[in-house]
C-alpha cells in the first residue's frame, strides 16, 4: 500500500474494510457509517461493538482539548466506559457521534480544573446512562456544544456533599446543581450594549447569567445557595469552572496574599486582564474564568504535575484593582513575606502577572504610593496617614470566604 494510504488509514480506522483479500474503500466519517449501518443491511455485521470500540478510542485519542502533559505522562481526560453488558452497538455509535461532533477544549479545562480540585478522578468515565442524556443527534446539537456535553459529564464533577454539577432541563429552562427555583442558568441572555461578554460571545459557549454560590458556615458546613440569576459569566464553561473553584477554596484552607492598586500600573497589565477578551489564553495559566459582568478575573496558575491549587483572583474595583492570590502551597519557613513562604506560587504567579508581579510580591506599590502620599501631603495636610501598608498588602491564611471572591458577590447582589 501506499504511503498516503498508509496514513489515511492511520487516521481514520474505518477507511479501510478487508474480506478476503478484497479492499473495499469506506468514507470515513461517522455520518457515513450510520448512512451505510442503515441502508447496507451486509455491513452492519462490519460496524460491530469492536469495530466501535476502536473507533471511539481513535477519536478520544485525536482529541488535544481531552489530553494533558503530567510528569512527563499523557493522561487523558475523559473516556468511555466499555462494560460489555451496557454498552452495545447503539450506545458506541451515540458516543462516537458526540466525541466526533466538535471539539472538547472547553470541557477538558473544566475537568482538568476539577481533577485538579479533587472533584472528580482522572480519566472521568461517561456510562451509557451519560450518553443517553440526549435522546438523540438532534437534540445533542440543538443547545451549544458546551452546554451538551456539559450535560454527559457535570453528574461525575463531585462537591462531596451529595451534589454535583449535574443539569436539569425543564422545557426551555435550565438548572444547575439543584433542581429548585433560582439556581437556574439563563443561557445566551441579553446583554446591554458594547458589554464585554457580547463582544466576544461564542456560539458554541456563550455567556450565562446565575446567581449560585457556596456559602460556608462558621461551624464549618456549607451548602449551595441561590438568589437568582443576577451576575454574568462570560460562557458557560466559565461558570464551571467558577463552581469548581469556588468549592474548593470554601473547603480548603488557603494562604493568600492581596494588594490594591491602580488598574495601569505595570504597563497596563491588570487592565488589559480585564478588558481583552475572555477567552484570550494567559501566558503561565491552565485557565481562565470571568464573571461578574467583566469585573472579574481568575487566572488559574497549576496543573495536575502540582501537588496544590494556586490561582490569582483579580476584580476591578474603578481605577483600582484587587489582585489577590491565593494558595494551598506547603509554606517552606514558618513566617516572613509570601514570596518565601509560598516560592512556587510566586514563581508561577509572576509569570501570569508579568510587569505587576513587583507590586504583587516586591512591596514596590508601596515606594509608588508613598510618592503619592507626599504629594498629597502637599496639597492637604489632612490627608496624611491615608494610606496604611496594611489596607494594599495582606499575608494570612484562610478558610472561610473572605476575600475578593465573596466581597465581589456581596457587592454585586447588593446591587
Not at 474494510?17 to 451486509?42: E, P, Q
Not at 446512562?129 to 446539537?141: A, F, L, M, R
Request: charged residues 20%.
Amino acid at each position: 500500500m501506499q504511503q498516503p494510504e498508509q496514513q489515511q488509514q492511520q487516521q481514520h480506522p474505518f477507511s479501510y474494510i478487508f474480506v478476503g483479500r478484497r479492499t473495499f474503500y469506506l468514507f470515513s466519517s461517522i455520518k457515513d457509517i450510520l448512512r451505510l449501518r442503515a441502508t447496507r443491511t451486509w455491513l452492519r455485521q462490519l460496524f460491530g461493538e469492536a469495530q466501535l470500540r476502536d473507533r471511539l478510542r481513535h477519536s478520544l485519542g485525536s482529541q488535544a482539548g481531552l489530553r494533558r502533559a503530567v510528569n512527563g505522562q499523557q493522561v487523558q481526560l475523559l473516556r468511555f466506559g466499555d462494560d460489555q453488558c451496557r454498552f452495545g452497538t447503539h450506545d458506541l455509535l451515540a458516543a462516537v457521534c458526540v466525541v466526533e461532533e466538535g471539539p472538547w477544549d472547553e470541557i477538558g479545562e473544566v475537568i482538568e480544573l476539577a481533577g485538579q480540585c479533587g472533584c472528580c478522578d482522572l480519566p472521568v468515565i461517561l456510562a451509557a446512562d451519560d450518553i443517553n442524556t440526549h435522546t438523540n443527534k438532534t437534540v445533542y446539537v440543538s443547545a451549544p456544544r458546551v452546554l451538551a456535553q456539559l450535560k454527559m459529564v457535570g453528574r461525575d464533577i463531585q462537591f462531596g456533599d451529595r451534589n454535583c454539577l449535574q443539569l436539569f432541563q425543564h422545557g426551555n429552562e435550565v438548572r444547575a446543581i439543584k433542581d429548585q427555583p433560582d439556581f437556574e442558568l439563563e443561557v445566551d441572555p441579553p446583554l446591554p450594549a458594547g458589554h464585554l461578554y457580547g463582544q466576544h460571545r461564542q456560539l458554541h459557549d456563550p455567556p450565562v447569567r446565575e446567581g449560585i454560590y457556596y456559602s460556608t458556615h462558621s461551624c464549618g458546613h456549607g451548602r449551595w445557595k441561590s438568589n437568582g440569576p443576577w451576575s454574568a459569566d462570560a460562557s458557560v464553561s466559565s461558570f464551571v469552572k467558577y463552581m469548581v473553584l469556588v468549592y474548593f477554596d470554601e473547603t480548603h484552607q488557603t494562604n493568600d496574599t492581596s494588594i490594591t492598586v491602580n488598574r495601569y500600573v505595570g504597563g497596563g497589565r491588570l487592565n488589559d486582564l480585564l478588558t481583552e477578551s475572555p477567552h484570550t489564553p494567559v501566558a503561565g495559566c491552565t485557565t481562565t474564568i470571568s464573571g461578574l459582568h467583566g469585573n472579574t478575573r481568575q487566572l488559574v496558575l497549576t496543573n495536575g504535575s502540582h501537588p496544590f491549587v494556586a490561582w490569582i483572583f483579580i476584580w476591578g474595583l474603578g481605577n483600582n484593582v484587587q489582585v489577590c492570590v491565593r494558595t494551598t502551597e506547603a509554606a517552606v519557613c514558618g513566617s516572613g513575606p509570601f514570596k518565601h513562604r509560598f516560592p512556587v506560587t510566586t514563581q508561577l504567579g509572576r509569570v501570569a502577572l508579568g510587569a505587576v508581579a513587583p507590586f504583587v510580591f516586591d512591596g514596590q506599590v508601596q515606594q509608588q504610593q508613598q510618592q503619592d502620599d507626599d504629594s498629597d501631603d502637599d496639597e492637604d495636610d489632612s490627608d496624611e496617614g491615608d494610606d496604611d501598608e496594611g489596607d494594599d498588602m495582606d499575608d494570612g491564611s484562610r478558610n472561610e470566604g473572605s476575600g475578593g471572591e465573596d466581597a465581589a458577590a456581596e457587592a454585586e447582589s447588593g446591587d
